[in-house]
């Protein structure tokens, strides 16, 4: 049984930061590219940054570029999510995911698996 579990999310300020991290299991996440994605009430869940199977190349939502940094430790089967200066638009659930493709790395339609998701709150 696949699962991925987000933690480290939680009540910050604005210009704080914040780490998530997202455990892996029941697969072997140097085999996947993975994914951060976020979500507000009402709206879409958003591509935020992606990482490819062996951690050379990250991409970013543009809004966060700069400020977040995603990375891997595929010894251990973790994805991490480094914010900072974070605002309050970045309030949202943060889900991690796993995809076993790149070329369409942004596309929430092209990931396999999917965590519960972690809340990150910024406040004003």
Known sequence: QVQL??????????G??????????GITIGHFSMGWFRQTPGRERDFVAGINWGGEFQY????????????RDNAKNLLYLQMNSLKPEDTAVYYCAATTGLE?????ASYLYWGQGTLVTVSS
């Open 104 to 108: 369409h790395i942004k596309s929430r």
């Open 16 to 25: 704080g930061s914040l780490r998530l991290s997202c455990a892996v299991s």
């Open 5 to 14: 579990v987000e933690s480290g999310g939680g009540l910050v300020q604005t």
């Open 60 to 71: 970013y939502e543009d809004s966060v570029q700069g400020r977040f940094t995603i990375s």
